[in-house]
Nanobody, 120 residues
Framework: QLQASGGGLVQAGDSLTLSCAAS????????MAWFRQALGKEREFVGLIRWGTRSTTYGDSVKGRFTISRDSVNNAVYLEMNSLKSEDTALYYC???????????????WGQGTLVTVSS
């Protein structure tokens, strides 16, 4: 299971870090990803981290502003969000997969989501 937390109400330009705690072992072959879904919109790829190599890939809308990291001791993944914009307002989900993908349909294990609201 995955438990996302850390969402809240912030001002445009602020920073916020989301956490995703995983129960159960995460293997080096796993991909941990973040997606987000704004009201009335499709689920959007935010970024992912390859657990074994720690290499990351980001969606174009967040590249340069968001950073994903992981903590293998605590079995957690983090999404550090900087220079937040109103268009970053969404429900943020963490998920785990076994293959590299930017499509939500390729991920089977999802957390419950944490809401980020950015006021302008």
């Amino acid at each position: 299971q995955l438990q996302a937390s850390g969402g809240g109400l912030v001002q445009a330009g602020d920073s916020l870090t989301l956490s995703c705690a995983a129960s159960g072992r995460i293997y080096s072959s796993h991909i941990m990803a973040w997606f987000r879904q704004a009201l009335g919109k499709e689920r959007e790829f935010v970024g992912l981290i390859r657990w074994g190599t720690r290499s990351t890939t980001y969606g174009d809308s967040v590249k340069g502003r968001f950073t994903i990291s992981r903590d293998s001791v605590n079995n957690a993944v983090y999404l550090e969000m900087n220079s937040l914009k109103s268009e970053d307002t969404a429900l943020y989900y963490c998920t785990r997969g076994s293959t590299f993908s930017t499509y939500s349909c390729d991920y089977s294990i999802w957390g419950q989501g944490t809401l980020v609201t950015v006021s302008s």
